[in-house]
């Protein structure tokens, strides 16, 4: 599954290609908060068993921000967020988009989230495949299954998320092996490599300027 590390490389990468002359120390550890946040549904999950990739990884909390932040900035006569000019602003909506892009988006396709709970209680995985065939055309997997299968994967009711700090649904066994995944991947590992390399890079170009 993706880390908490490879959630926050995607974040930073995003902070450094969308925060333009906003991006320094501050803003970043703002975006990375952001990403960060849905994981801790890591530990709802572990007082309200099957929560974890529920509570906070639902599309319905960056959309009720996004409208919170669209009346705070064009409809309120004293917006908080313009306070802080145009930056307050900027950050904001990266902040949003990491949210939906790094912090959900990797799980949405890797094990599946809960993409619309509380509304809806279903676990859905969009890990399917796009590639053009000399034969088929082009082929995609990912929104629907030509083999049949459904990318529902279940509910809070039957779907737990091994973590390190939850293994198993319920109490855990006294013996439990606890992993605590950093790159499960070749792919992943880049990204993270990809992350460590950019953003230092920038934030000293920005010091530069």
Known sequence: MPS?????????LLAAALLGDEFDGRSLLVVLAVVAFPDLDTFVGMV???????MLHTLLVPAVAAATVAYDTRLRE????RRFGDRGVRIAWV??????????GPDLFYNGVNVLYPVTDHFVELNGELYLSNHRGLVQTVWSFSDGESPMVGTTQ?????????????????????????????LQALLVLTAAVVTPVRLWLDRRE
């Open 4 to 12: 908490t590390l490879v959630h926050l490389a995607l974040g930073a």
């Open 48 to 54: 309200v068993p099957g929560t974890h990739r529920a």
């Open 78 to 81: 004293n917006s908080t967020l």
């Open 95 to 104: 902040a949003l988009a990491a949210y939906v892009l790094a912090g959900i």
């Open 158 to 186: 039957n779907v737990h998320y091994r973590t390190g700090v939850d293994v198993a649904r319920g109490r855990d066994p006294a013996d439990a092996e606890r992993v605590f995944p950093l790159a499960m991947s070749g």
